[in-house]
């Protein structure tokens, strides 16, 4: 096994142990994860919505990583979110500081400031992990190019 390989699948587990705990929190407390959503002044409207939608998301990445035929969408899937979670933060900085994180379990217990700093490491991870990535063959777009030279 490559050196590569092993960093790609150490990124891979590090996301699917973060995403299954952090998803089965959020599903767990799951009426104390939608008040805190309804609370933030980004995603109040949409709690209901996004708490019903990020653990499926999160436990969808963790499917895709698993596989891995579908690795590398994993990771673009997990960077994008990560990217996502960023803009949040900061937006949460500006905004209001002094709400609750709604992550779910221990990593609640972040300040915004280690979650700025946890979810860019994070995203990092994953795009060097893409990178990496990028001399694997993948699977999934071979069989798709195939399927649409012979179609």
């Known amino acids: 096994m490559s050196r590569k390989t092993i960093i790609i699948g150490m ?8 995403f299954l705990y952090t998803g089965g929190a959020k599903i767990i407390d799951y009426s104390v994860f939608v008040d805190q959503l309804s609370s933030s002044p980004i995603l109040g409207n949409i709690s209901k919505e996004v708490a019903l939608l990020l653990p499926l998301i999160e436990f969808a990445i963790v499917i895709l990583l698993c596989a891995p035929r579908w690795r590398k969408i994993g990771f673009y899937v997990s960077a994008t979110l990560f990217m996502m979670f960023n803009i949040y933060i900061i937006a949460m900085f500006i905004m209001s500081p002094e709400l609750p994180c709604s992550c779910g379990g221990a990593i609640e217990l ?35 190019d195939k399927d649409v030279r012979l179609g």
Request: net charge neutral.
């Open 110 to 144: 972040l300040s915004w400031n280690q979650h700025l700093i946890m979810d860019i490491g994070l995203c990092v991870a994953n795009a060097f992990a893409i990178y990496l990535s990028k001399d694997i063959p993948n699977k999934v777009t071979k069989t798709l």
């Open 11 to 18: 990124i891979a587990i590090i996301d699917v142990v973060l």
